[in-house]
């Protein structure tokens, strides 16, 4: 069956020693063995250690360490509230390692205020341990929050930026309240977090608001324990706090009211760069042809769809059909752009350059009040696109924007609220009823994953090169980055490093080892040979990775089946790896089988030019005969087949592959006609996009085993969809069918595996498995093969997870 994440619980395991002073570290004593798996809770709340039993009568005070998200989330004034309720005296602070606590009161009192206090949390707080212990009682009655604790080099939590929530909205739209239309409302329940924080603990002399002091009127309400803004590090109004500017550039008229000349930009038909919670967006109308167009030419974005900033639900439905679970994934406090079925019958449709070929657009809610603003003055639905040249880090900074997107824009709609640290969007779907990201970043990042297991010591995992993310691992937290783009870019891998760096200290971990992919020429791989020091390097292999990533989410020691597929990785045998069937755990993998190799003709050409890779799979079936083929992606490049087949038979610059995803760039080549893709993937979503999902029917693979590994037979695939084309099949139904042959040989696979080694959990890692049509296709399979099917929901399946699969491994193999 369909598993599935699990809830796992908190570590019971002491804390490590303190880490050293450095981010990384300059000396390495012994390895130590590794430390046992910790037990699984019984509770998503953690048990308190340590509990004080009731004693009607006594009066008794009691000390309370709690760690997990609980500064900058309200977690104090709740605090505060909750003992003032119970006549309960003593304090509450943030301190390095998260909130202590003090209350001192009847017995029966302090026993039910620990027991409120993981029961009735704030809405984004999050309690990953809690320890009770008595103290002497002082004769305490007043209960105070008292100073910040600076001293020391504990470890605690940071809480994502939260889309504005509906107090804050309700003041920004009303005209008797003194934040009336003020883009930076915000309060202990919403608004930015991560993109601010310098360090912490989290007070506001530690963020980026530090710059803004409080007008009497905020401080009066920052310091009322009964005020929503009780310690609310970024509160702020308009006497006090950041505020918008235009600039034109000198290309346009600006005026005193920055939203307005925006919406005049945008009604010109031009595009206006926005500065946002974690940097700028390039937004446009998306309802206009030509702007969308003038904005693809600019940014140097030629065909990838674009996201869309619609003002509410109502407005999404009138773009795309919207489940309930989707709308509650688009209204979610994390606000991703949530990926849905877009509808033909609109009456105001979008730009087809929007998503072009696409049947499903990628949707956002406004989620800060700068968003609401604009989109209740514009009234219409806003490209909304990451604020970068193609391929490059998002910018974050006014001047570095201004530089940067200065040829893209036309205006730009600033503030002066500085950010620290940049953050894009997050993309996400519901896919059997619940979430599944596809891009973790704003709103996700950096929330932990509570692991099962206590990590041996300090951790740094730097992923891979594309969609990089990078994660951290201390006691039984990973604690993964946002997503940081691409490291071939210069921009993007000092954007990285500086990542890197600044997550180091604010959650205090100095790696004593440093995890990377196997591949030699990946930027990730040679940042960690640079920067090492003295810590220890381990090397995990790119698709062991991805099936860890999976089994970490859900609490898996293996051994289990792993389905590992993507587009390329670096194989131990030296060829591309892609297409993996997998036997492993979280410390070894075996190969039990993989898709037969062939040969990429041109390297990396081969990735941006499909039909490269459909004429060398075709010359395996059809000899020399191939490039007579009357297939269109195969006749157009006839005089050039002669000389792929000779590279191939000399083996000149012909990478022998085995990738799933060099599958479907063969498949759409042939079915879709696709030459050329423009970005990663392209000829992938597209193929997916044409397919009918009512076929039934698959095309054939052959299957052999050989030196003990079950081999589908990659060739035999590609000439079955050919023959298809040649006979004139349907596309619609091709593309589905080529989905249903995937699906059905990767389960007769696993079947094959299960019965020889008795192994039932199976896992699906990779970024093919993005593909919603053959995740159904290849769940629906393997549940009819009665094995258990398990996929990556709260970190993405492509390589956006690979450092959380790498972290697990190598805090493993580093013990060996």
Known sequence: MLNEPVSVGPSRVPRPPEPAESPLPAAQDAVPEAKGAVPEAKSTVPEAKGAVPEAKGAVRRVRIAVQGTVQGVGFRPFVHRLAAELSLGGWVLNGPGGVAIEVEGPAS???????????????LARI??????????????????????????????????IATCPDCLAELRDPANRRFAYAFVNCTNCGPRFTVVRALPYDRANTTMEVFPLCPSCLREYEQPADRRFHAEPTACPDCGPALTFSGGGKLPETADPLASAVA?????????????????????????????????????????????????????????????????????????????????????LAPAVAPG?????????????????????????????????????AYRNDEAQARLGAIADGFL??????????????????????????????????????????????????????NTFCLGRENFAILSQHLGDLENEAAMRAFEGAVEHYCRLFQVAPEVIVHDLHPDYRSTRYALERAGRARLVGVQHHHAHIAAVMAEHGLEGPVIGLAWDGTGYGLDGCLWGGEFLVCDLRTFERAGHWSYFPLPGGAAAIRQPWRVAAGLLRERFGDTVASLP????????????????????????????????LFDAAAALVTGRETCSYEGQAAMELEQIA??????????????????????????????ARMVLAGTAPAVAAAR?????????????????????????????????????????????????????????VPANDGGLALGQIVVGDRLSCA
């Open 265 to 349: 930009c945008l009604k010109a038909g031009q595009i206006v760069a926005i500065k946002g919670l974690g940097g700028f967006h390039l937004a446009c109308d998306a309802r206009s042809e030509s702007a969308v167009a003038l904005l693809r030419k600019r940014k140097g974005r030629e065909e990838k769809p674009l996201a869309v900033m619609v003002a509410g639900l109502p407005h999404a439905r009138a773009l795309c059909h919207v489940s309930g679970d989707e709308a509650a994934l688009l209204a979610s406090p994390a606000r991703p752009i949530v990926l849905l079925e877009r509808r033909f019958d609109c009456a105001q449709p």
């Open 631 to 662: 297939l269109s992606a195969i006749r157009n490049h006839a005089p050039e087949i002669a000389v792929l087949s000779r590279m191939i038979e000399r083996g000149i610059n012909s990478p022998l592959s085995c990738g799933v995803g060099r």
């Open 358 to 394: 696409q049947r499903q657009l990628g949707l956002l809610l406004p989620y800060t009040p700068l968003h609401h603003l604009l989109l209740e003055r514009w009234s219409g639905p806003l490209v909304m696109t990451s604020g970068n040249l193609s391929e490059e880090p998002i």
């Open 109 to 123: 009192e302090t026993a039910r205020f620990a027991e409120r206090l993981s029961a009735e949390l704030p809405p």
């Open 692 to 721: 009918d999902p009512s076929e039934t029917g698959a095309c054939p693979v052959d299957l052999t085993e050989a030196d003990g590994q079950w081999i589908p037979d990659s060739a035999s695939l590609l000439a079955a969809v």
């Open 128 to 161: 990953e341990r809690m320890a009770v212990s008595s103290v002497p009682a002082v004769g305490e009655r007043a209960f105070r929050i008292a100073a910040s604790e600076h001293a020391g080099r504990q470890f605690t939590l940071v809480a994502p930026d």
């Open 738 to 794: 080529f989905h249903a042959a995937l699906a059905d040989a990767g389960a007769e696979v696993c079947r094959l595996v299960s019965a020889e080694r008795g192994i039932r959990q199976v896992v699906l890692g990779g970024g093919v498995f993005q593909n919603r049509l053959l995740l159904q296709r290849c769940t629906a399979a393997l549940t009819r093969s009665g094995l258990d099917v398990y996929v990556s929901r709260q």
């Open 414 to 467: 600033l503030h002066n609220r500085p950010i620290h640290m940049r953050c894009d969007d997050s993309v996400a779907r519901v896919w059997a009823g619940a979430p599944r990201l596809l891009r973790r970043s704003r709103g996700y990042a950096p929330s932990p994953l509570s692991l099962r297991w206590r990590f041996a010591r300090p951790i740094l995992a730097v992923g891979g090169e594309l969609k």
